[in-house]
């Protein structure tokens, strides 16, 4: 059984070459970078985790999991994201709460536990933030998505993810009423600034670039992100 700590490096590993927009090998400063740490305590974690053949590795090289370490990364990030939709769904967390709390339950082992809390849970393909939960075998599905910034004027959308999980951002997402699956309308678009009025069941909010650029969408009638002729 690895430690915590092993865990959070696969993890994070998986995050950067798997599920990032730009996901790809990564090298030990930006892992560095990710996870709060000194370059030095990363090359230090990945000798241990090369000997445990779960992560390719050459000092001064680029990182990359092996088929090993890429199934373990996916089932803890499987048991956080479970933990997520269970706490949220069942439990009546907000969506800015769960995170921290999914941080501590995701390192509990138990098979039979989580199979069971999938099982629970129907199977979600999705957490409350629209992260993709890989099932038993590592499998995700994540489906092709555009940003609110893309969104033409006048375009109906529903929200199916977002992208930035900071609490101050899912606060603020709360504040204006908006939630995965929700109807979101662009009102008017600011040439200047790229501020971007949008319409949130009846009431319209102004919001920056930095938010449109973190919540994913579809169209609202057909369900494409793209060749939308709705």
Partial sequence: ?????????????VQLTVFADNAQEVGVSSLAKKLSVQPATVNDMLRKLKSKSLVNYQ??????????GLLQGMEIIRRHRLWET???QELDFSWDEVHEIAEELEHVHSKKLIDGLDKFLDYPEFDPHGDAI???????????RSTL???????????????DESI???????????KI????IVVSKEAFDSLTTIQVG?????????????????????????????
Avoid: R, W
């Fill in 134 to 144: 890989p099932n038993e075998k590592g499998e995700i599905k994540i489906p092709y």
């Fill in 59 to 68: 000092k001064y090289g680029k990182i990359s999991l092996t088929e090993e």
């Fill in 202 to 230: 009846k009431e319209c909010h102004i919001v920056s670039p930095k938010f449109t650029d973190n919540i994913f969408v579809v169209c609202n009638k057909c369900g494409k992100a793209k060749g939308c002729s709705c």
């Fill in 149 to 163: 910034s893309e969104v033409a004027i006048g375009k109906s959308c529903k929200v199916v993810a977002v992208t």
């Fill in 1 to 13: 059984m690895l430690s915590f700590t092993k865990e959070n490096y696969l993890k994070t590993l």
């Fill in 168 to 178: 101050e951002f899912l606060q603020y997402a709360d504040k204006i009423g908006l």
């Fill in 86 to 88: 269970f706490l949220y």
């Fill in 181 to 184: 699956n929700d109807e979101v």
